[in-house]
């Protein structure tokens, strides 16, 4: 601010000058920033207000003719809903086997590409390939790949394993929906790291390994806490993004790709989100959908603010870049 | 010798892990669809399996409602960002900072709960089959964005605003021509996500669209299948490599400028 | 570079989400938004239907018909009820047989009995028997009232045999005078089954389609008991409570179980009648339809059609989808959809699909038509005349629940229940438990 001073008139202004000033200035902000603030209330609010109404009726999507008002019920059957607690219990599977993983991954393949190496453009690109693939096409990758009879894989385990026949997407449909998870985002997260890493004054790694530090060595104790908060990050968006999950399984569904009404994913991948999916496009149920989602809702939001909650220990906000 | 096999070989092999599944794509969509399932190459390179591609799927006639789909998302959402992003980041109101937020916080509302009111609200406007709730998003700005340009622009040095006043130009001038023009970075890789974002979602336009006028996301969800209903994996795989081409080619280009892009406007958080 | 300090975006991410709940609380009900009215007589008729029974010469000559435009819409259940949410419906869709009682009861679609009293094209006489999927007296299917139409039909229980599967088995092909029972269909699906190498040769007895209409297959089985899978009122699945329901849901578990169908846990990337096309599948229930396109390179002089085999010697072979037209209740131009509607169902579209062998006519005048040319036409035709006799029933589909309701629920449980994770007992419990629960949610809707 201190350069703003040099612009005041040279005359100190009086009170009301100043009020005035101020008005203009907020007046100015709330211009500038009116097409958001329009598009919050009636993009965001207003039908999450609506949403919240819906999840209290037994709104259909169709009719209005019945909708009545049903209390908390919905929100009484989530609990009491097998399949959601199945599809919960998936979703948080996944989460555990999907988030950790990357993360390592994510930050393995940033450390490889920062080094001083040839072709690092080539292999940045490599592994950012599979996040800027759109989810279907991500989905015929790995269909095409795990094939039981035209896939690479199972030509592989044959040559180990002769007469395999593995119907990946049948048998182990959590695990390619994992390893598609995590391929897909690396290149995300990896840039991410790469950004961090690059912010780190070259300085401080060099005067570690004057200091007779081994390249391990300086990984763990200068690089790794100078990056927690990129970690934290990637760990946040992670997490929440994970717990969305909702295209990938209904798209790998064993038989011809293609989401029609009667998609169910096997039920090893029937996540929640696909569960709020079918309940509310499928079977109409809006009003007991709109509950799910806002139970999906708070969990997020409980499992952020945790994150936040312990971040104070291991993240290290210590130097300004 | 053992440097440089530390350097390269891990890498190299998670590389090879990574492109090995698009690289059977490749080899797959040059196959004879005889040859899926029993021959592990192709004999013969087919190429005509991405003529087929293109005439069974009508694929010019998708591609094209995809482009101007997100290219027009992309760019009213851009500028209308950059404008909100220019807006937090240089100007003082009271609750600028909970607007902020508010901002931030719409990142962790999951988008399926806010996307079936949105539904539910669009249909009853009679909105659906139509590309309106695209250019709707867009006037609203995306959180992401906003966010990129608050951070991108706060970076600025606050002279060149006072320099402009002293100038007289009103708050809109110094946005588009001081902020706007130095803002290359921050709106090629705004510009980009965005563009990708429509290009490659599936769920939105599968729920809002119809057959006609959907985009190559949801045709390309399908497979391709011979007259009587059979799959064809290879003309399928043929289609996928068409789709996602202009993307890899795009992104082989540009991948250190997107790199720089988000060093520089501090995404990570 | 700037670095943004996360212990601040907390404290924002608290105050947004707060801010989020109270503008959430504050703002108006979405819901009471008002649906744009539509346009009335502009002499456009949207047509909600599947392309390929609906090609673009059939539009044509509809439009030259009835000097009206029409617009084409790819038939797809979440499109349909998205539009009827956006209040603009197509004129004339689409439809199944299991999912018109539900459109009847959410006044979805329109009765068009005054319609077919002054048609000269549709005459009440001349209607075949599968249109009585379409009448609705207030109660239930079957009589009463027109609300739409089949645009063909077939008896849907009957088979095909693919003849080399069984010569690779050493087994003789049924024959095509008498029906099978059901258990000795199963006994002979198993003989004819074939793997080899984990890899499939052929699949022995193939139904309903991925298991999307196992319900339908049900339903006619238990009828030759006087059955239902529901209660009479429709107002509960029961099958644990109902030995023959139990029964005939046991015999077709066990077909999954044998691995002589498609199921789950062993699907096919193809729908049933490409897998036919292909050669491998032995038998295969699908209705006379399916005759027109049996006859592949593979399959061609290795096809024969036999009679619907029967579960308790009560012969039913009634059509399962009766797919056909309706008319929206919400059309703006009654007449014009009616327009559209009669021209294809009794008009130059209808004798074409007469002629083509693609199911039979919805008109008994337009029999005749059928082909018989080639000796599998003629092999077809005469067990088709054998199973007309057979054919003028109806199955009573459930008016609260959606016509895929039992067959997703069915389609989930079954593949724990193959792999061994759940019992039979619990396969069929869930399966009661969440139809009943969609029923429950169905009659709270349309109340009742």
């Known amino acids: 601010m201190a350069g703003a001073t040099h612009v005041l008139p040279r005359v100190m202004p009086r009170p009301a000058l100043l009020r005035r000033r101020a008005v203009r200035r907020a007046a100015t902000f709330y211009l500038l920033v009116s097409p958001w603030l329009l598009g919050f209330v009636l993009l965001s609010a207003v039908p999450l207000a609506g949403a919240l109404l819906m999840s209290l009726t037994n709104y259909d999507g169709l009719n209005l003719d019945y909708v009545a008002f049903v209390g908390v019920d919905n929100y009484a059957r989530a609990f009491s809903d097998p399949e959601a607690q199945h599809a919960l219990l998936r979703t948080l599977l996944l989460m555990v086997l999907v988030v950790p993983t990357g993360l390592v991954l994510q930050l393995l393949l940033a450390l490889m590409v920062d080094q001083p190496i040839r072709l690092s453009n080539l292999f940045r690109t490599i592994f950012y390939l599979p996040y800027v693939i759109p989810v279907v096409a991500g989905a015929w990758v790995w269909k095409i790949f795990v094939d039981p009879s035209g896939g690479l894989v199972n030509a592989l385990v044959g040559a180990v394993v002769p007469d395999v026949n593995i119907r990946w997407l049948v048998e182990y449909p959590t695990l390619v929906l994992a390893v598609f998870t995590i391929w897909g985002a690396a290149g995300g997260g990896m840039v991410i790291f790469l950004a961090g890493l690059q912010g780190i004054p070259a300085e401080y790694r060099e005067a570690a390994m004057i200091d007779g530090a081994s390249p391990a060595q300086v990984t763990r104790f200068i690089t790794l806490p100078l990056l927690t908060p990129v970690i934290f990050f990637n760990l946040v968006t992670g997490i929440i993004t994970t717990l969305q999950v909702l295209v990938q399984p209904m798209l790998l569904s064993p038989g011809i790709l293609g989401l029609s009404p009667g998609t169910v994913p096997p039920l090893d991948n029937y996540l929640y989100p696909v569960h709020a999916y079918i309940e509310i496009f499928v079977k109409q149920l809006f009003g007991y959908g709109a509950a799910l989602l806002w139970l999906l809702f708070a969990v997020v939001l409980g499992l952020t603010l945790v994150l936040f909650g312990t971040s104070r220990r291991w993240v290290h906000y210590g130097v300004e870049a | ?269 | 570079m700037e670095e943004l300090k996360l212990t601040t975006t907390r404290r924002k991410i608290l105050i947004g989400a707060g801010a989020l709940a109270a503008a959430a609380a504050a703002a108006p009900i979405l819901a009471a938004c008002q649906p744009t009215p539509k346009t009335g007589g502009s002499g456009k008729v949207t047509v909600m239907t599947d392309p390929n029974e609906f090609s673009d010469d059939d539009r044509k000559t509809l439009e030259n018909a009835t000097k009206l435009k029409i617009e084409v819409v790819k038939s797809d259940l979440t499109t349909l009820y998205a539009m009827f949410a956006a209040g603009n419906p197509p004129d004339v869709f689409r439809v199944q047989a299991a999912g018109l009682p539900q459109y009847i009861s959410r006044k979805m679609v329109k009765n068009l009995q005054p319609y077919f009293a002054k048609s000269t094209l549709l005459k009440p006489d001349d209607l075949a028997p599968a249109n009585n999927f379409y009448k609705w007296d207030g109660k239930q299917i079957g009589k009463g009232d027109l609300y739409g139409m089949v645009k063909d039909w077939s008896p849907d229980f009957t088979l095909f045999a693919y003849t080399k599967a069984f010569d690779d088995a050493g087994v003789k092909v049924p024959s095509d005078t008498t029906a099978l029972t059901y258990d000795e269909l199963r006994t002979l699906a198993n003989k004819v089954n074939k793997k080899a190498g984990g890899k499939r040769v052929y699949w022995g007895f193939v139904h309903s389609n991925n298991d999307q209409w196992i319900d339908r297959t049900a339903m006619n089985m238990l009828a030759e008991k006087n059955q239902n899978l529901y209660s009479d009122d429709f107002s509960k699945l029961v099958i644990s409570g109902n030995p023959e329901a139990t029964k005939v849901i046991r015999y077709l578990y066990d077909l999954a179980a044998d691995g002589v169908n498609e199921t789950p846990i062993d699907p096919s990337p193809n729908w049933m009648g490409a897998d036919f096309n292909e050669g491998q599948i032995a038998i295969l229930q699908y209705g006379y339809w399916f005759s027109a396109m049996a006859e592949s390179d593979k399959t061609k002089g290795k096809t024969v059609m036999l009679p619907a085999p029967t579960w308790a010697g009560v012969r039913r072979d009634p059509t399962m989808t009766a797919t056909g037209w309706v008319i929206s209740s919400q059309t703006k131009d009654p007449d014009a959809a009616w327009a559209v509607f009669e021209q294809y169902m009794g008009g130059k579209p209808a004798q074409d699909r007469a002629k083509s062998g693609w199911g039979v006519p919805g008109l008994k005048s337009l029999y005749p038509q059928m082909p018989q040319q080639t000796d599998f036409q003629k092999q077809v035709q005469k067990v088709l005349q054998g199973e007309l006799s057979k054919s003028d029933f109806i199955l009573q589909f459930n008016p609260y629940i959606g016509e895929e309701t039992f067959s997703t629920s069915w389609k989930k449980n079954l593949e724990p229940a193959l792999k061994g994770t759940i019992s039979f007992d619990k396969f069929v419990q869930n399966i009661e438990s969440e139809v009943n629960t969609a029923i429950a949610d169905g009659k709270r809707i349309i109340g009742g």
């Open chain 2, 1 to 269: 010798m053992t440097r440089a096999a530390v350097r390269y070989v891990p890498v190299s092999f998670f590389a090879v892990l990574f492109a090995l599944p698009i690289f059977w794509v490749l080899v797959t969509s040059l196959k004879r669809q005889s040859e899926f399932g029993s021959s592990l190459f192709p004999t013969q390179l087919e190429w005509p399996n991405y003529q087929l591609a293109v005439v069974l799927a009508d694929f010019m006639h998708f591609a094209l409602n995809s482009l101007v789909l997100s290219g027009s998302y992309a760019t009213i959402v851009v500028i209308v960002s950059a404008l909100v992003g220019y807006g937090f980041a240089r100007h003082r109101a009271p609750g600028r900072n909970q607007l902020f937020g508010l901002v931030l916080a719409l990142l962790i509302v999951p988008t399926f709960v806010q996307f079936v009111p949105q539904f539910v609200l669009f249909a009853r406007l009679g909105l659906t089959n139509s590309y309106w709730p695209w250019i709707l998003w867009a006037l609203g700005g995306s959180p992401f964005a906003i966010f990129l340009f608050r951070q991108f622009f706060a970076t600025f040095p606050r002279e060149l605003d006072d320099a402009a006043e002293v100038d007289g130009a009103g708050p809109l001038r110094i946005f588009l021509q001081i902020y706007l023009p130095n803002a290359g970075p921050a709106i090629a890789a705004s510009a980009i996500f965005m563009f990708l974002w429509v290009w490659g979602d599936y769920l939105y336009p599968a729920l809002l669209l119809h057959q006609d006028n959907t985009t190559l996301a949801v045709r390309m969800a399908n497979a391709y299948v011979d007259p009587h209903g059979n799959p064809l994996q290879t003309v399928t795989m043929a289609g996928v490599v068409l789709y996602v081409m202009p993307l890899i080619l795009f992104f082989a280009f540009a991948q250190r400028f997107i790199v720089r892009g988000i060093v520089t406007t501090g995404l990570k958080g």
